[in-house]
């Protein structure tokens, strides 16, 4: 999840709770200000009765002041004693011809005196234009606060969104940054944070580059310093071997030494190139005609193929259209037919089909299936074969992985299949 998205859904679990408080406080807040009023007015209205009681006016006149007071209140006589607490607030319901339904009221009971006798006094008042003044100011409040709401929200995305332009505008920098490229220059912005940020990346991708091109030059200095005496030591060895004074252990020693060199080279030659295929160093590209390819490198292998009396069958449906390296070409083709040939059992087959999207190479075998995990892994190799290095099929992995070429391994009754796929 981005950091904005993330940001914002902090930002609505905090607000929702505080805007939902809120709304539940205010609506409370301005019902018991308005219940609080609606009590005044009735207590009111009671301390007008009793003020016209102690006048010692007639009790008949209570109906005129009734009329004056706005609603109809009762005078009922009793012989309660009047106290300070005896009084009541209350809710009734109570049905309205002239509505034809059933209102709320707020109702006042208490126990006024004239002096002489005590009455009982009830007012009451509707709530309906209490409920309308209610809901006349909560309303509006809260659609207020929601386009409040709404409105810091969309403006914080805005802001954070544009604040942030600098760090996804670095981000998309370092996507397509590659470790040859000598720089890369990133957005300047005024926000320290993002422009610090900048110039340390700068510093790290200069001396990952610098690193990059010691590391490379290494390598390349390494493998020609190696390749010399190694060569230098095949040829001494070459000359023992032709010496007639040799016993046969000798030349049996001198004859594993020589093994172990060419060895040694292949291993030196096969880091190397997979080191260069790491590092981009294979930039060139052109169209591969896989078909002549795999006739170039078949007739290579031809002695092989013969003396192990393998059966070579070849089905082109369709030649894929590539665009690699073709150097790379060659070695992902050599590679795998070579793999196909030494794994291969005396008298065995080796099937190779070609459609427009796929490479498909199937050779039988005596070795039981492989963990793929296991298959592309470096020095890899089954222990009947001593003379290889372990390196044939991580070299066509890196390959794969370059061009983005899916590469994937069966076995069905003791015979291995390598397909290789094509984003066409």
């Keep these: 999840m981005k950091l904005l998205n993330k940001t914002s859904i902090f930002y609505l679990l905090f607000a929702l709770p505080v805007f939902a408080i809120c709304s539940f406080v205010l609506y409370s807040l301005v019902s018991y200000e308005i219940q609080d009023n609606v009590d005044e007015s009735l207590w009111k209205k009671k301390v007008l009765v009793e003020e016209h009681l102690r006048m010692g006016k007639p009790f008949d006149s209570l109906t005129e002041l009734s009329a004056i007071i706005d609603n109809p209140i ?9 106290v300070e607490s005896n009084y009541n607030f209350s809710d009734t319901l109570i049905y309205d011809k002239i509505e034809g339904e059933v209102l709320p009221y707020r109702v006042l009971t208490a126990i006024v005196s004239d002096g002489k006798n005590n009455f009982e006094f009830i007012a009451r008042k509707s709530s309906i234009e209490s409920d309308d003044l209610i809901e006349s100011i909560i309303y509006p409040v809260l659609v207020l606060f929601s386009i409040l709401l709404i409105g810091f929200f ?40 993002f422009s610090e940020l900048n110039k340390t990346l700068k510093l790290m991708t200069e001396k990952i580059h610098k690193d990059f091109i010691s590391q490379k030059q290494f390598i390349e200095n390494a ?5 010399t005496p190694l060569a230098v030591i095949k040829n001494k060895i070459e000359l023992l071997i032709q010496s007639n004074t040799l016993s046969e252990g000798e030349m049996q020693i001198i004859q594993s030494l020589y093994n172990a060199s060419n060895k040694l080279s292949s291993l030196n030659k096969a880091l190397l190139l997979l080191s260069k295929i790491e590092n981009n160093q294979f930039k ?9 390819l795999i006739e170039k490198t078949i007739e290579h292998f031809q002695d092989i193929i013969s003396h192990k009396n393998i059966k070579v069958e070849k089905s082109y449906l369709a030649d894929p259209s590539f665009k690699m390296n073709s150097i790379l070409a060659d070695i992902l083709i050599s590679n795998l037919i070579q793999n196909a040939i030494r794994h291969n059992i005396e008298g065995g087959s080796i099937e190779i089909q070609l459609s427009e999207n796929r490479i498909v190479i199937s050779n039988t075998s005596d070795y039981s299936i492989i963990n793929t995990n296991e298959l592309f892994q470096r020095f890899r190799k089954s222990e009947a074969s001593a003379e290889s290095i372990g390196l044939g099929l991580a070299i066509v992995k890196e390959i794969c992985d370059k ?3 899916t590469i994937n391994y069966t076995c069905t009754d003791s015979v291995h299949t ?6 066409i």
């Design 223 to 227: 493998s020609h310093e190696i390749q």
């Design 418 to 423: 390598i397909e290789l796929k094509f984003k």
């Design 284 to 292: 060139e590209l052109e169209e591969i005609q896989f078909n002549l």
């Design 154 to 193: 969309l403006i914080n995305w805005y802001v954070s969104k544009k604040l942030w332009k600098p760090f996804y505008s670095t981000l998309e920098k370092l996507k397509v940054f590659r470790i040859d490229d000598t720089s890369v220059s990133f957005e300047k912005t005024n926000i320290q944070e």
């Design 74 to 82: 009762e005078l009922k006589p009793t012989d309660q004693i009047q």
């Design 403 to 405: 061009y983005k070429i």
